[in-house]
């Protein structure tokens, strides 16, 4: 049985994030280590850093890493905001070849929502609770009575003439030098569209955007309750050390030797 300390590690579009996590609390055990994401973040690049990010954090525990793309049976399936040559790899036996760690593999919207649902804004929620990140991309987390159904990439759902990520992400906000109010206006016909498909209890606004949900989320008007992310930056950090926990083993994870999803 694996022993602790439980790393997590997020791979974003800029950074990448791991530290150490206390999983009865859902705190890190010291400050996260960050190191800029390659470009391009080919997954040899992304695993180097990984392994690099792990030299500072001593011990043989597991690890569990984020990816912004769909991970089934700790393969990626797929890359919208990530180098296209991980389409296809097996996550899990890079990281644990780069590393020499057992490793997990897990969406990172999924690992978000996790540690959201259990620690943060979700905790003791009931019902349809579907986690948003607002970011390069839109991750999405769907839970069911605090049950995780892995992969949902609410992020592609049609919108516009297009994927709703590539008109409402955060990096579009940024781009196209909206105001707030111009953005709130797109989160609200996104979420409607959620709404109306999905009919959750509870929407929680994760991602870079979540630090910044005052300016916003007051002027998005949908029948749903919406919330921002308590955990925000350390969320998929934590959700994915709870992975490598096996907290979730029926989550969707992968763990090496263990195909679950
Ligand atoms: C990807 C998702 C990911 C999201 C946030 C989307 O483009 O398809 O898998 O969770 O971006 O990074």
Do not use: C
């Not at 593999?105 to 990140?133: H, K, P, Q, S, W």
């Not at 892995?150 to 049609?158: A, M, S």
């Amino acid at each position: 049985m694996p022993t602790g300390p439980f790393v997590g590690i997020d791979v974003g579009g800029t950074g990448i994030k791991g530290a150490p996590v206390n999983l009865d609390t859902g705190g890190l055990l010291r400050e996260r280590i960050r190191v800029p994401t390659p470009m391009p973040a080919t997954p040899a690049a992304v695993a180097g850093v990984v392994a690099s990010v792990l030299e500072e954090i001593p011990g043989d525990g597991p690890i569990g890493v984020t990816l912004p793309g769909v991970v089934t049976g700790g393969v990626v399936r797929t890359a919208a905001n990530i180098d296209k040559k991980w389409i296809g790899v097996n996550a899990v036996d890079l990281f644990a070849e780069a590393t020499g760690r057992p490793v997990t593999v897990v969406n990172d919207a999924d690992a978000a929502g996790l540690a959201e649902v259990r620690f943060g804004a979700g905790a003791g929620r009931a019902g349809t609770v579907i986690v948003v990140t607002l970011g390069t991309g839109i991750g999405s987390a769907l839970f069911v009575d605090g049950s995780l159904v892995p992969n949902t990439e609410f992020g592609h759902l049609h919108l516009h003439h297009g994927d709703a990520e590539d008109w409402a992400a955060e990096l579009v906000r940024e781009r196209e030098g909206l105001s707030w109010e111009q953005y709130a206006h797109r989160i609200e016909q996104y979420f409607r569209l959620v709404q109306r498909l999905f009919w959750p209890n509870l929407i929680i606004v994760g991602g870079g955007a979540s630090r910044k949900a005052e300016k916003f989320l007051p002027l998005v008007k949908v029948d749903t309750e919406v919330v921002a992310a308590a955990l925000q930056n350390d969320a998929g950090i934590v959700g994915a050390a709870m992975l490598a926990a096996g907290h979730h083993a029926k989550a969707g994870a992968t763990q090496r030797g263990q195909g679950v999803s």
